[in-house]
């Protein structure tokens, strides 16, 4: 055939880099947690799990553990509260109000962390609005830092499905709004609520920016706890950095799977739950 | 009792429509336009009240300049590298025989493009720190001394821990964009003569510069926010702006708000022109992925 070319060694070089490239470092950090001693020698000297005892037994393990887990939990049930009953609204209602929508949930991609916190330390820190250093005003910004994480797969959930005819099929048969919300629209949108809802979870629990610039040390987090001890020990940086590799990604293959799953209930309305362009931008927020 | 005609009804009930949405755009107004728009009124205001561009000619002041020429270098050379070894890999990804190989570097690619921040600072500490697994094997069998030409809390360490989230990116933005050349134009652009190097350059490049300047974009943008990454590895010690600016934010007693200002709103300029024209870029590229 014509087309078909000699492949030459280019593509296992530049696979094969990129591999070494992107494992190398998570494989050198699961191993250096578990290494009794690793800085003088090219392979671990022995094997351990003290260091991961050492940094459960630390008072301040279960405190930043649970901090973070609140404020992740938090902003996924204010954010799915704030943003799902208004794009379902916008969707059935107010189409003219869906570009503005779509805006509002666009901006956060261009304010980073340290701007955000910036302005809202600037406007709510003074007297007598003392706001801005708590834990309520950390989790309303979270909620606006991932809202194109929420808004988008809800979005494009309520696009997959007809809630117009879902709607009034349900209000024909005497069904009220909020009804008609929890009980119709509610099953049909939530692989874009699963989606989203542990998009936000995993990026808030590992978010630092925001939170020391807001709380700091009033409410240690668990990102927060890991800068420390990436200055003071190592050992218990490895352990911690481990556990937030994990969760980072456990969720992300939850997502991809979550997505499979919505992309086959919904096969054939010519929208995907996963939107390209979301998966594109979740990078990172937590840079 | 007053009478409505039907078209006033009917507008009564348009501005009704609009009452559930009014607890979001609230939110939104105090937690995210009001900040910013008092920053920008911040930035203009000398410590008198009055209208000044005192804020932004101290931009011109060694230090804030050096962050945004340092900021711009950085995350343009990320950009730059991320851009084109994503596409070379990506275009690789996308030939791949086994689509179970494809699948698994795809899920890769999805899954460290969340790594980011902090542990990842770390990890490359583990990797390219002065005691890190990779230096002692370069010094051990290559005979390769990294230090102390080389450094991770450098401006080459940032370079390459900035690296690692940007690739994936990349990488994740150009593949339906390479899914979308089709074979039959190659075979059809060959077909009628064309060497490889007139096909890249006829058809495609031209197919897949969408794309390209989306990801130059996007990746310039992703880089000049990050502040974890780089906070890790030099705390305040190497002159970036969110550094900067995170420096001028510690403390109860904010140091300088005015120059903190200016240096937000044109971080947000930057950032905003680059996600406006990455958007623009996207939209472009969708035609040729139909």
């Known amino acids: 055939m014509a087309t078909m070319k000699k492949k030459g060694p280019l593509p296992g070089l530049f696979i094969g880099g990129f591999l070494f490239y992107m494992l190398l470092p998570i ?45 992740s939990f938090s902003t996924v049930i204010a954010s799915i509260l704030i943003i799902v009953p208004t794009a379902y609204w916008v969707h059935l209602r107010v189409p003219r109000a869906r570009p503005i929508l779509d805006l509002i949930s666009t901006l956060p991609f261009a304010i ?134 994990t969760i980072a990604w456990v969720s992300s293959l939850i997502i991809l799977w979550v997505a499979a799953w919505g992309a086959k209930r919904t096969s054939g309305s010519g929208h995907s739950i996963k939107d390209k362009d979301l998966q594109i931008n979740i990078a990172g927020d937590q840079k | 009792m007053e009478v409505l005609s039907n078209k006033q009804i009917k507008n009564r009930r348009r501005l009704l429509d609009w009452l559930p949405v009014l607890p979001f755009l609230i939110f939104c107004l105090a937690i995210m336009i009001l900040p910013l728009f008092f920053m920008l009124r911040g930035s203009f205001t000398g410590s008198e009240g009055q209208f000044t561009l005192e804020h932004y000619a101290k931009m011109k002041a060694s230090i804030y300049a050096s962050s945004f020429k340092n900021s711009i270098l950085l995350s343009g050379i990320t950009a730059l590298l991320g851009v084109s070894i994503g596409t070379i890999v990506g275009y690789f990804i996308c030939h791949l025989k086994s689509e179970r190989a494809k699948e698994l570097v795809t899920a890769l690619c999805d899954v460290t493009s969340n790594f980011s921040g902090a542990p990842l600072a770390f990890a490359f500490i583990v990797v390219l720190g002065s005691n890190g697994v990779l230096t002692l094997a370069l010094t051990k069998y290559l005979n390769v001394d990294l230090y102390p030409e080389f450094s991770i809390y450098s401006f080459s360490g940032l370079i390459l821990s900035y690296t690692y989230f940007q690739l994936p990116l990349m990488v994740l933005l150009i593949i339906p964009a390479i899914a979308g050349l089709k074979k ?18 006829l058809i495609g490049i031209p197919v897949l510069s969408p794309a390209i300047t989306a990801g130059l974009l996007l990746l310039f943008a992703n880089a000049f926010g990050a502040y974890a990454t780089a906070y890790t590895l030099t705390e305040f010690r190497y002159p970036l702006v969110t550094l900067q600016l995170g420096f001028l934010l510690t403390g109860e007693v904010f140091r300088d708000p005015g120059a903190g200002d200016a240096m937000g709103i044109l971080t947000l300029l930057l950032m905003g022109i680059s996600i406006l024209f990455y958007q623009l870029a996207v939209k472009q590229g969708r035609k040729w992925q139909q």
Not at chain 1, 27 to 45: G, K, M, Q
Not at chain 1, 134 to 155: D, K, N, S, W
Not at chain 1, 180 to 189: A, E, G
């Open chain 1, 27 to 71: 494989v050198a950090t699961y191993a250096f947690s578990i290494a009794t001693r690793w800085d003088r020698t090219i392979l671990p000297e022995g094997l351990t799990l003290d260091w991961y005892k050492v940094a459960f037994m630390d008072r301040w393990f279960l405190i930043v553990f649970k901090n973070s887990l609140v404020l």
């Open chain 1, 112 to 245: 980073p962390g340290v701007v955000l916190s910036l302005g809202l330390i600037r406007l709510y820190a003074q007297p007598p609005l003392m706001l801005a250093r708590t834990p309520a005003m950390l989790v309303a910004a979270y909620v606006i830092f991932t809202m194109p994480f929420m808004y988008r797969p809800v979005v494009n959930s309520l696009k997959a499905v007809n809630i117009k005819v879902l709607t009034e099929a349900a209000q024909s048969l005497g069904s009220s709004w909020l009804r008609t919300l929890r009980q119709v629209i509610l099953p049909n949108i939530m692989p874009g609520i699963i989606s989203g809802g542990l998009l936000v979870f995993a990026t808030i629990f590992g978010e630092f920016t925001i939170a020391t610039f807001l709380v700091g040390a009033r409410y240690k987090t668990f990102p927060m706890q890991l800068v420390y001890y990436t200055r003071r020990d190592g050992r218990i940086a490895s352990a911690y950095s481990v556990i937030s590799f």
């Open chain 2, 184 to 201: 039959e134009w190659e075979e059809a652009a060959h077909g009628l003569g064309a060497s490889t190097f007139q096909y890249w350059r």
